[in-house]
């Protein structure tokens, strides 16, 4: 028996502080709480023994003629899994109300509703926390009004039931088996609290159904702010949701992906914790939160961004370091969780993310991009702070880095560390320009130009007739897909689209991009990873702003056939279709967006 289902094979919900994931059998495996960066109370994604788990689902397994289905309410965060056997049909609501607030709250309450609504079928509940990453011991209270309160190490979780079920205590978890029959309902919550205040009220119906229409009400008014009309809807308004579901309300820092220790290559060691703020992954989601119109989202991280430069002391002692905590700490200290056995045995399980004190230079220049993008550039410290960035960046930016991808094989002078470099000047000059801010224009239109011939001399690589990873190598690189978009070649230019043919004949598969060969260009770990989903996204954009119309819309179109059932894509595509890597990664969705958006603009060009 597999005790690990398909990281594909699951929906996330949220409240804007937490995420969760639940399986398409209706069991949470993943949740963190009080926020996205906190120890787990579910994890068995992880460790199907020690991780703990929240299952409510029909006994439909093993019944001949039954399916298990799992779909969103349009346009929500609510999830509904359903099920259908010969004895009746069913489903199980899984949702969190938002809490937009600017304050962070230590009280998260997770909903899930069971009814059936045609015959009868008879349902499991089993509830099995592990506090503290499967850690920290707890212990198990029945209430006398039939709840049941686990207390672990400064976290209290409290499941309630709608209607009076028996919960059966097992050992320190909790099990309940009933029946529903057609237009019956039990609710069930978990509420997590770790401010050591837990009074919760009794659950009755009404308050489910308050809670449910306000988490429907709050998803479709806020998507009424997109101004996405293209042809792919459906995707980009899940795609939109769930970059939402994966930002951090109380600072608007939004998170690279729900999970930690998903393996990039099943039983390999490229696993790592994603639940942080990358400036990079961030900063590039600003362009397409405002092309969608959620221009308050953008301008949210923009101040956490500008807090960060004011801040200083990064754990790299450069101006900025590439992630932060969601709360702007700089102290990521990376754990192994050997008790963990990791996802079908992919070990090990890391906490925190090591590569937190590298030096990676483009992140001046996505954070820039960022910046620039704003209505308004901030009081005059915050320009003062921004120019002496510059002015420091110019005299340091001729450097070696660890690069993008964050490998682990030593430091070189990465192209992409260039472009980005390129940026960070020419977005400075174009603000200082705009805004009549006082600056070292002569100087920053210098260290502009340098990096740009030393990019053209250096960068190119006259035998392949491309831009390649690094000045030492002629390994080419996905990240150069960005060259165009950031207005460092025109998209047809003739020295662009020799990059781009090369790119399609060594980093392509049937459409879907790698993002080096680790072969040819070792990062310094063992393995090997598959297809990468940003990558193959930049790679339509970079095809549709091209003229390829056609085999942008192809790459595109077929790309979405790798989304899983409810639209969500992990970081990566295996060698049988299968989503890798942690899940679901924010970067992957923004770049759908932005190709999304793009090949509308060109389609409609064409069509014109």
Not at 131 to 156: C, E, I, K, N, Q
Not at 254 to 282: C, F, H, K, S, V
Not at 487 to 502: K, M, Q
Request: proline share 5%; net charge negative.
């Amino acid at each position: 028996m597999n005790d690990y289902p398909q990281i594909a094979d699951h929906g996330l919900i949220g409240d804007l502080q937490t995420a969760a994931l639940v399986s398409s059998t209706g069991t949470i495996d993943w949740w963190c709480t009080p926020r996205f960066d906190s120890p787990s109370v579910f994890a068995s994604i992880l460790d199907s023994e020690r991780g703990g788990h929240c299952r409510l689902s029909a006994d439909v397994d093993g019944t001949a003629g039954a399916a298990v289905r799992q779909l969103y309410l349009p346009d929500t965060a609510v999830l509904v899994t359903r099920f259908m056997a010969p004895g009746g049909v069913g489903e199980v609501a899984d949702f969190m109300e938002p809490n937009p607030s600017a304050v962070p709250s230590d009280r998260h309450r997770l909903v899930r509703v069971a009814r059936v609504v045609r015959g009868s079928l008879p349902f499991t509940l089993t509830c099995q926390p592990r506090f503290d990453y499967g850690r920290a011991p707890h212990t198990l209270t029945v209430l006398d009004d039939g709840s049941a309160l686990f207390r672990g190490p400064g976290l209290d979780l409290h499941l309630q039931t709608s209607t009076p079920i028996t919960l059966y205590p097992d050992g320190s978890d909790v099990t309940a088996r009933f029946t529903l029959h057609a237009d019956e309902a039990v609710a069930v919550t978990l509420t997590a609290d770790s401010g050591g205040r837990l009074a919760v009220t009794p659950l009755t119906g009404g308050d489910v159904r308050d809670s449910v229409h306000a988490c429907e009400d709050f998803w479709l008014g806020w998507l009424r702010g997109s101004r996405y009309r293209g042809r792919w809807q459906e995707m980009v308004c899940r795609a939109a949701i769930t970059l939402k579901l994966l930002t951090y309300a109380p600072t608007g820092a939004p998170i690279a992906a729900a999970t930690m220790g998903l393996p990039e290559q099943i039983g390999g060691e490229r696993n790592w914790d994603y639940r942080y703020t990358w400036i990079r992954d961030a900063s590039l989601s600003v362009r397409a939160l405002i092309d969608l119109g959620f221009v308050e989202e953008a301008q949210a991280f923009r101040h956490w961004l500008r807090d960060r430069l004011d801040a200083g002391g990064t754990a790299s002692g450069e101006p900025l370091q590439i992630m932060y905590r969601i709360d702007g700490d700089p102290n990521l200290t990376e754990e192994v969780l050997g008790h963990l056995e990791g996802y079908q045995k992919s070990a090990p399980v890391r906490a925190g993310n090591a590569a937190a004190d590298q030096i990676q230079l483009d992140i001046y220049g996505e954070a820039s991009d960022a910046l620039a993008q704003a209505q308004d550039i901030g009081g005059f410290h915050g320009w003062q702070v921004f120019a002496g960035l510059l002015d420091w960046l110019a005299d340091t930016w001729d450097r070696p880095d660890e690069g993008i991808w964050e490998t682990r094989g030593g430091r070189q002078e990465f192209t992409y560390s260039r472009l980005m470099t390129w940026v960070a000047f020419d977005r400075g000059i174009r603000m200082a320009t705009a805004y009549s801010r006082p600056a070292d224009l002569t100087r920053w239109a210098a260290v502009r130009d340098t990096v740009f011939n030393q990019i053209v001399e250096r960068g190119w690589h006259s035998k392949r007739e491309a831009f390649v990873q690094h000045y030492a190598t002629d390994v080419l690189d996905a990240s150069l897909l960005l060259m165009p978009r950031v207005g460092f070649v025109s998209p047809r230019d003739p020295a662009w689209l020799t990059t781009l043919d090369a790119m399609g004949r060594e980093l392509v598969s049937d459409s879907l991009v790698y993002r080096y060969d680790p072969d040819a260009s070792p990062d310094g770990l063992r393995g090997s990873e598959g297809t990468f989903n940003l990558c193959t996204f930049l790679y339509v954009e970079a095809l549709a702003r091209a003229g390829r119309l056609r085999q942008a819309r192809y790459a595109f179109d077929k790309m979405l056939t790798y989304a899983n059932h409810v639209g969500l894509f992990a970081e990566e595509i295996g060698p049988s279709g299968e989503q890798l890597g942690n899940f679901p990664q924010a970067f992957t969705h923004l770049a759908l967006v932005a190709a999304a958006m793009a090949l509308d603009e060109q389609l409609d060009q064409a069509e014109k």
